[in-house]
């Protein structure tokens, strides 16, 4: 594909916002000297983080890198669910909210640090029973209730393996992964709400186990509430509820060597076929554990409120191990974020007094799409920092975010990072570190990306592909069942000791480190490097345009030319001049080199079931082949009607 290396088109964004003072004369991270004594001595920057953590035996060694292969915090033994709970239940942590849940249907639950502490020991005794034995791998497919925390834990607790497959997914994927894994005990529910609707999970269960001889034991919670009609397997499937009511109360948590797995997750499978990313139990909660510290700032008094659901890593890793590791509160939803209205996010940051908000660019601009007036109906004053991860945020997004949800007081902090990295890699300290919409700014201390040239040569400035060269606690250790995938993918493009994250990013002046999304993505028009990216950007930027989504295609002439995929906001009609206006809008905004050849109003554009666009299939239909991997797309039929309009439409 298209190289990376030169940008020639960027657009302008030159609005900075410092932290305010109020904001950093309180933030846990605002010594600026932090950054260099990191690059000094990293290891020693994060053996401080994991001393903050209950080991059962100390590391002997913090790090020992034989690229590609790393491993943290040698010789040292620490179980997962000790520092999440039982660490705080010794303290006046014990009776302090840990989860605060809330279901699609309006049924709310809190539960405490000392009811966590319960229902982890209860649920990893019943597990124990089942014959889940440490290193056996658990398939979770729960909807977003509490139970599916606890399974976490619990799996932590004994050793076990967990792997979360999202509850949106179909049977064959979750028999696909189920497979890949050979997991031996299947924990889902009877069923859980999405969208007012019920996911019937028990159902699609059965269908998936047609075929995943691995498993031998299901675990079925009962969704309160809710009246499915499921059938239960004599011997195999087993009641939740049941297994807990007979459960012994306390159970010894495993010792973990610190490279032991805690768990694996597949990717989200935007660029190809997923991966299942493997996890070491020492070095994931290290990186977790301080990102949560000193990127979301989190204090005893703060109330998190991180909307990713827990089959993607985001909520692993700061809805479950990153915040409960640092003792907070932690508001967890169930359902979408327009059921049964709207502002229901909103609702919930004054129901709960929300003081740390974490979403995804992808529901910001759902957010614009809807209007301003939603949010303007609640108080959200409580809310100190926001932060979003995914997808690059495009400047009109970050500007509308700080403006309608922070009052147009807050940091946001855009963080930066992987499956693979398990934890944040580039956001900036908000109490150190001044904003740039559109920028995820700077790396996190000890940690070191660099923008690579195609000859793998460092950009001091300018665009690039985004590698990793120093090794960090959270990295992934392999791609579970296939460590010659790993190596390829991961460390085969400029030697084994660069972690290539496969994104394009450009660094400008001031160090600051802007994500432009995969380097594939990146469009070579005419010689001129521009990524689609700042394209889409432009076109956001046009106030009748909700989203955008723009992919190259062979062009005669140009080698590339640019197709545009756009959604309108709600209530603005097209007219017929409306293609020539967002074309002359990219043009003012970035330049002539960056005109869109085409573009397409559609009514939806393709995203995986994490929100993000799929923009490969959008190529693959700018281009007029068939389609590749769809089978986590969240709804095929967008691209497929889209398709349908491309056929009609030129122009
Ligand atoms: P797959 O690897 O299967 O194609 P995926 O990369 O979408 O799927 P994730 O690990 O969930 O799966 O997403 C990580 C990617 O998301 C990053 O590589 C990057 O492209 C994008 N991303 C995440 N956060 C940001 C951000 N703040 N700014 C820009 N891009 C981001
Ligand atoms: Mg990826």
């Known amino acids: 594909m298209s190289q990376a290396d030169g940008f020639d088109a960027l657009l302008q964004e030159d609005r900075v916002f410092e932290p305010p003072a109020e904001f950093a004369a309180q933030a846990n991270a605002n010594d600026p000297g932090i950054y260099e004594e990191a690059d000094r001595d990293h290891e020693g920057f994060w053996a401080k983080f994991a001393s ?48 605060i849940w809330e279901g699609e249907p309006g049924d709310r639950r809190t539960l405490t640090y000392w009811d966590l502490y319960q229902d982890v020991n209860r649920f990893a005794n019943a597990l124990r029973d089942l014959g889940v034995e440490k ?16 399974t976490l834990l619990a799996c932590a607790r004994i050793g076990a393996v967990h792997s979360v497959v999202f509850a949106g997914f179909s049977a064959e994927s979750l028999r696909d992964r189920i497979n890949d894994m050979q997991a031996k005990v299947v924990v889902t529910g009877d069923g859980g709400y999405r969208r007012g609707g019920v996911i019937p999970l028990k159902q699609i269960t059965d269908d998936a186990l047609d075929g995943a001889p691995s ?3 299901v675990v079925v919670m009962h969704r309160e509430g809710l009246d499915a009609d499921i059938s239960m397997q004599d011997g195999r499937d087993h009641w939740y509820h049941d297994l807990m009511a007979k459960a ?52 005893e008094e703060d109330v998190f409120f991180c909307t990713a659901d827990i ?11 990153g915040p409960l590791a640092n003792g907070a509160t932690c508001v967890m939803y169930e359902g979408a974020p327009d059921t049964p209205h709207r502002g229901r996010f909103w609702e919930m940051v004054e129901r709960y007094g929300v003081t740390v908000f974490y979403t995804a660019p992808t529901a910001i601009r759902a957010f614009m799409k809807w209007g301003t007036d939603i949010p303007a109906k609640f108080d959200m004053s409580t809310l100190r ?29 855009d963080t930066w990072w992987q499956t693979e990295t398990g934890a944040i890699c580039v956001a900036p300290l908000p109490g150190l570190v001044a904003l740039k919409p559109g920028s995820a700014t700077r790396p996190f201390p000890g940690i070191k990306p660099m923008v690579v040239n195609e000859q793998g040569e460092e950009v001091k400035v300018g665009g690039g592909y985004l590698v990793m060269k120093r090794p960090w606690p959270s990295m992934l250790r392999t791609i579970y069942g296939d460590h ?28 600051y480190l802007w994500l432009l999304g995969r380097v594939d993505d990146v469009l070579n028009v005419s010689g001129h490097r521009v990524g689609t990216m700042e394209v889409e950007s432009a076109l956001v930027d046009h106030p009748d345009v909700a989203e955008a989504a723009v992919v190259g295609k062979p062009h005669e002439i140009k080698g590339q030319g640019i197709a545009a995929f756009v959604t309108l906001k709600e209530g ?25 050849d085409e573009i397409v109003l559609a009514a939806d554009l393709p995203k995986t079931r994490s929100g993000k666009i799929m923009r490969r299939l959008l190529r693959d239909v700018a281009e007029g082949k068939a389609l590749g991997d769809v089978t986590t797309l969240a709804d095929p039929t967008v691209v497929a009607k889209l398709r349908d309009q491309y056929a009609d439409k030129e122009g």
């Open 52 to 99: 903050e953590l209950e080991w059962s035996r100390p590391w002997d060694t913090v790090c020992e890198w034989t690229p590609p292969t790393v491993k943290w915090f040698l010789g040292g033994q620490i179980n997962a669910s000790v520092n999440c709970v039982d660490r705080h239940v010794r303290t006046a942590r014990r009776n302090k909210a840990a989860l």
């Open 135 to 150: 290193g056996d791998r658990v398939a979770v497919y729960l909807p977003m209730t509490p139970e599916l925390p606890i």
């Open 215 to 217: 498993v031998e034991s």
């Open 248 to 299: 012994a109360p306390r159970c010894d948590p495993q010792p973990m060597d610190s490279e032991d797995l805690l768990f694996t997750l597949y990717t989200s499978g935007t660029t190809g076929k997923p991966k299942g990313i493997a996890h070491a139990t020492g070095g994931y909660l290290v990186g977790t554990y301080a990102t949560s510290k000193w990127v979301f700032d989190l204090k």
């Open 311 to 321: 089959g993607w890593v985001t909520g692993h890793s700061y809805l479950v191990y």
């Open 385 to 413: 920092l926001l932060g979003t991860v995914g997808e690059p945020i495009n400047p009109e997004a970050w500007m509308w975010y700080h403006a309608n949800i922070g009052g147009a007081r807050v940091p946001i902090v």
């Open 484 to 511: 010659e995938r790993y190596v390829k993918t991961y460390f085969g493009r400029w030697g084994p000791d660069v972690y290539v994250t496969g994104d394009g990013a450009k660094i400008d002046d001031d160090g």
């Open 572 to 596: 603005v009609t097209p007219h017929d001049g409306t293609i020539g206006v967002l074309k002359q809008h990219v043009v003012t905004k970035i330049g002539a080199i960056a005109r869109p």
